[in-house]
């Protein structure tokens, strides 16, 4: 029998499908002033990427770990694409003044981007395995779990190793096998196993250079938001008790895939 014809109320519309009811209002702001509204729509939106960057990041392993190195290479092109986008997006947040933040800010009382299980999340999956990234979460929390469930987990740069050894190059099995638990160290055989991927200049190689362009963009990323940072509060202390910009400047020029930066110089 044909299904009777759904009512108004059922049909799917486009603010049905965006759930625009819940979405948009989601801004909540603890002030009257007019320029909290943009810290918080930019906040959300820089999570909403997150979510995406850590989809595609999943799709792009399980691409490698079934030998599709095209999917793989789709996933990155899109990660790259959406970390240019919220590069761009701090042009947008820096239309705003210090004293125009400054006028909310302590409204944000304890809370800090440092909070962002998201990029807590992102940044493990890049291979950082490091128990502080745990401690802004409390322990029951969803965040904790999932930042320390993707501890357990192959980094990117593990999938990639799988995926090369699977292809024929020489990785070494103590690399293969190791806990993943643990940091990945700089291996002067995986150097060579890379060499030689790039020597064959085939489309391992330009696996690895999308691998590089990832790193690139999310030093980029990272370079944006502490210049960001230092223009709206100089060096004063993050909100929540963070070190603000001094801790941010530290993380830069840390590349997370050290191997395939190193081996440059090799090359040739």
Excluded at 44 to 50: A, P
């Amino acid at each position: 029998m044909n299904e009777p014809p759904a009512s108004e109320s059922e049909r799917l519309t486009y603010g049905s499908y965006l759930a625009l009811d819940e979405l948009l209002t989601a801004q909540r702001p603890r002030t009257e002033q007019p320029d909290e509204l943009l810290f918080i729509v930019i906040h959300q939106v820089y999570e909403l990427w997150f979510k995406q960057l850590l989809h595609e990041a999943g799709r792009m392993q399980g691409c490698l770990t079934s030998g599709a190195a095209t999917g793989a290479m789709r996933a990155i092109e899109r990660m790259l694409t959406i970390l240019k986008t919220i590069v761009a997006q701090v042009d947008v947040l820096e239309t705003m003044t210090p004293s125009q933040f400054g006028a909310f800010r302590n409204a944000l009382d304890s809370s800090s981007g440092f909070q962002s299980g998201q990029f807590r999340e992102l940044e493990v999956m890049l291979g950082r395995r490091d128990e502080r990234a745990l401690r802004p979460f409390r322990p029951d929390s969803g965040e904790r779990a999932r930042i320390a469930a993707a501890m357990e987990r192959p980094s990117l740069f593990d999938s990639l190793l799988a995926f090369l050894s699977a292809a024929g190059y020489p990785i070494p099995a103590t690399i293969l096998d190791r806990d993943v638990s643990t940091g990945y160290e700089p291996s002067a055989e995986v150097r060579e196993a890379l060499l030689r991927v790039y020597a064959d200049d085939g489309p391992e190689a330009a696996l690895c250079e999308r691998m590089v362009d990832l790193d690139e963009g999310v030093m980029e990323w990272r370079y944006r938001h502490v210049q960001m940072v230092r223009r709206m509060i100089g060096s004063k202390p993050g909100t929540g008790g963070s070190a603000g910009v001094d801790y941010l400047a530290s993380t830069l020029m840390q590349p997370a895939f050290t191997d395939l930066w190193a081996v440059r110089g090799e090359i040739g």
